[in-house]
Nanobody
């Protein structure tokens, strides 16, 4: 069993920066990816970015030049730095851990709200 706890988030003006972090408890397996998704009410949850244990990064279909994901295997953490934020980045950001070879192994944090004011 893995638990994910997010921190950070909040309110920021357009053009600003914000960092969200997530710490995992439990056993992290070799193939586990850790990363971030986001969701706007009424829309499907979408990938922001995720990182493998050996540092391979996959980004979602937007803002790869504005979002920086990092992972610390020793601390079991994954963080997301967001820069030049736009109002359309407003969403709940969820920490995720998953094993791409084992669909049942997927865990989510409770989410943290990021609001970007115009």
């Amino acid at each position: 069993q893995v638990q994910l706890v997010e921190s950070g988030g909040g309110l920021v003006e357009a053009g600003g920066s914000l960092r969200v972090s997530c710490v995992a408890s439990g056993i992290i397996e070799r193939d586990d990816l850790m990363g971030w998704y986001r969701q706007v009410p009424g829309r499907t949850r979408e990938l922001v970015a995720q990182v493998s244990k050996d540092g391979v990064i996959s980004y979602g279909n937007f803002g790869t030049d504005r979002f920086i994901v990092s992972r610390d295997n020793a601390k079991k953490t994954v963080s997301l730095e967001m820069h030049n934020l736009k109002p359309e980045d407003t969403a709940v950001y969820y920490c995720n851990l998953n094993d791409p070879y084992s669909p049942r192994r997927t865990y989510w944090g409770r989410g943290t709200q990021v609001t970007v004011s115009s």
